[in-house]
């Protein structure tokens, strides 16, 4: 008896698991952004910083959810930098632990120095992965093109990981790199 109870448990550990947590894509996010990077060659700008960031996203239905972000940036000189976005996405399954995700989404971004402010806005357009690839850890990366009204157009990349160390609860870790502006960050996630 022992040894089919043990046969069966090593054949349960090598099979595909079905058993992995779905994806949720109703979340809150709170990060700190450990580095912000900002250099311009357009606007002859080129500082560095941190800061944080606060964003969710609420499922509407199977396939569509609606996201926002808003960041606040503490940078080198005095600048103070802020970045809203709000749009919505669709999310497709590939397999039992792989999303594919595509988002549109409206962005307005400020700088400030002193007295002296700037700003500019646009639609961004993004298209990624998301995959569980353990019971408690999962991954995501994309591409994302913004295009400004004043400032042009920014493609930038993204890579982030989240460990689960509750069912609805993780430790994430994200890295965005872009045309003019590079960030780090570490947060935490609640899903529910």
């Not at 595909?16 to 109703?26: D, G, H, I, R, V």
């Not at 952004?33 to 239905?61: K, M, P, Q, T």
């Not at 996405?89 to 400030?112: K, M």
């Not at 004043?150 to 994200?174: N, Q």
Request: proline share 1%; glycine share 10%; aromatic share 12%.
């Amino acid at each position: 008896m022992k040894r089919v109870a043990l046969i069966g448990s090593i054949l349960c550990s090598l099979a595909p698991s079905t058993l992995l947590a779905e994806m949720s894509y109703n979340a809150f996010d709170a990060s700190y952004v450990l580095d912000v990077e900002i250099d311009s060659d357009r606007a002859n700008v080129n500082v560095d910083g941190d800061g944080f960031e606060i964003g969710g996203s609420f499922e509407l239905n199977d396939k569509f959810f609606l996201l926002g972000k808003w960041q606040e940036q503490n940078l080198d000189f005095g600048v103070d930098g802020r970045a809203l976005e709000l749009g919505a996405g669709l999310h497709h399954p590939l397999n039992e632990t792989l999303d594919f995700v595509a988002t549109l989404s409206y962005i307005d971004a400020e700088v400030e120095v002193g007295n002296f402010s700037a700003d500019d806005d646009g639609l961004g357009v993004g298209a990624g992965i998301r995959a569980r690839v353990a019971e408690s850890f999962e991954i995501d990366a994309g591409l994302k093109l913004i295009d400004f009204d004043d400032s042009g157009s920014e493609t930038g990349f993204s890579f982030g990981g989240r460990w689960y160390f509750a069912d609805t609860m993780a430790i994430t870790a994200r890295a965005d790199y872009a045309d003019n502006v590079d960030t780090l960050s570490i947060g935490f996630r609640a899903e529910f």
